[in-house]
Structures are given as structure tokens and as C-alpha cells.
């Protein structure tokens, strides 16, 4: 699941996970520094440059990127161990790590999430009083770039709504299990 900063990826992967007991969250190792309320493990693993760069050499994550001059990273063991116990597992990661799954797990299912309008996702972006005027003005002018690799997602969710986008993404989850090519070996003959 990717999208704009802001778009509100966090908030709806909250919401989908309580509803969804049989999904978990990949939580991320970042470098940068935890905002007010986030917390270790649960909303990322956080570390620093060096120790993260080192991780990169062991070829410990599935993906990793820098965003905004932070690395991001999937932790590769995480997200095998849990799909082999019969998770499914949601990726929130930008978009230059879904790219990466992307190629190497063509298989897996990309959400690209939307706000409604621009205005509303500058609203979503102000009202979180955790960005400097600069930092703002950067995510906003990224945004309109990240729009341009939608096309590279399977499906689009519109962000109007954290309910209705639940409710859409669950019906993408459903549709993809249902999918004949999940499926084969459940029919005799095959």
C-alpha cells in the first residue's frame, strides 16, 4: 500500500487490521526520528544510519528506500515468517519500495491510496502540526509527482472516507483470494 503523504495510509491500515484478524502489518526500520506518540515495534523499528546501512549489506530487508533523507526498510525475515504462518501481510511503504516488491514478488497486490482532492490532502498534511512550512511545501510538490506511478498499482482506493476505504480495500483482499490462479490445486484434476 502506497500513496501520497498524507493520503491517509496509516489511518485506514489501522482500521483494516481491526477488522482483519487474519492481516498484520509490516512494521518498518527506519532512521528517522519517532514523532509524539509513535512508538518502538509498533509503529517502526528505529535505528540509526550506520546500523541501517548495515542491515542493507546483510541484505536483510525486502525493500528499502530514502524518503525525504531517512531510510525505510522492510525487514525481510518478518514478512516471509508471517506469509509462511498463513498471514496476509500489508506493506505501508512509499512508493519507490513497492516498486521493488513489485519486481521481485509480481504476484503480491498494490494498493496506491488517494485523497479526495489536493486541497484535501494539504489540509491532512497542515493539520498534522508535525512539519515545518518547508517540509509541507516538499510533500505537497512530491505528491503531485507520486500521482504519476499510480498506473503501476494494481488497484486505486480514494481516501474520502476511512470507513468506505476500508470497506474497499477489504473487497480488493476478498477479489484477490478468490482469484483462479491463488487457487489451483483446490479442484480435483488439477
Given at each position: 500500500m502506497s500513496g501520497p503523504s498524507g493520503a491517509g495510509k496509516?489511518?485506514?491500515?489501522?482500521?483494516?487490521?481491526?477488522?482483519?484478524?487474519?492481516?498484520?502489518?509490516?512494521?518498518?526500520?527506519?532512521?528517522?526520528?519517532p514523532r509524539p506518540g509513535e512508538k518502538e515495534g509498533v509503529n517502526y523499528y528505529y535505528t540509526d544510519?550506520?546500523?541501517?546501512?548495515?542491515?542493507?549489506?546483510?541484505?536483510?530487508f525486502l525493500e528499502y528506500a530514502q524518503v525525504y533523507g531517512n531510510y525505510y526498510g522492510t525487514p525481510?525475515?518478518?514478512?516471509?515468517?508471517?506469509?509462511?504462518?498463513?498471514?496476509?501481510?500489508?506493506?505501508?511503504?512509499?512508493?519507490?519500495?513497492?516498486l521493488?516488491?513489485?519486481?521481485?514478488?509480481?504476484?503480491?497486490?498494490?494498493?496506491?491510496?488517494?485523497?479526495?482532492?489536493?486541497?484535501?490532502?494539504?489540509?491532512?498534511i497542515v493539520k498534522r502540526g508535525t512539519e515545518s512550512a518547508e517540509a509541507i511545501y516538499t510533500r505537497f510538490q512530491s505528491a503531485y509527482q507520486e500521482l504519476n506511478y499510480m498506473a503501476q498499482y494494481?488497484?486505486?482506493?480514494?481516501?474520502?472516507?476511512?470507513?468506505e476505504a476500508v470497506r474497499k480495500l477489504e473487497a480488493i483482499v476478498l477479489a484477490e483470494?478468490?482469484?483462479?490462479?491463488?487457487?489451483?490445486?483446490?479442484?480435483?484434476?488439477?
Open positions: 496509516g489511518t485506514i491500515c489501522s482500521a483494516y487490521l481491526k477488522r482483519n484478524p487474519g492481516a498484520i502489518l509490516s512494521v518498518s526500520v527506519t532512521t528517522r526520528k544510519k550506520k546500523s541501517f546501512e548495515k542491515m542493507v549489506d546483510e541484505n536483510r525481510r525475515d518478518f514478512v516471509e515468517k508471517k506469509i509462511a504462518s498463513g498471514y496476509d501481510v500489508i506493506l505501508e511503504i512509499d512508493i519507490q519500495g513497492a521493488q516488491v513489485k519486481e521481485k514478488f509480481p504476484e503480491g497486490v498494490f494498493v496506491f491510496i488517494i485523497p479526495p482532492s489536493m486541497d484535501e490532502l494539504k489540509r491532512r494494481n488497484y486505486v482506493v480514494v481516501n474520502d472516507t476511512v470507513d483470494k478468490c482469484r483462479v490462479a491463488r487457487n489451483k490445486g483446490l479442484y480435483l484434476g488439477q
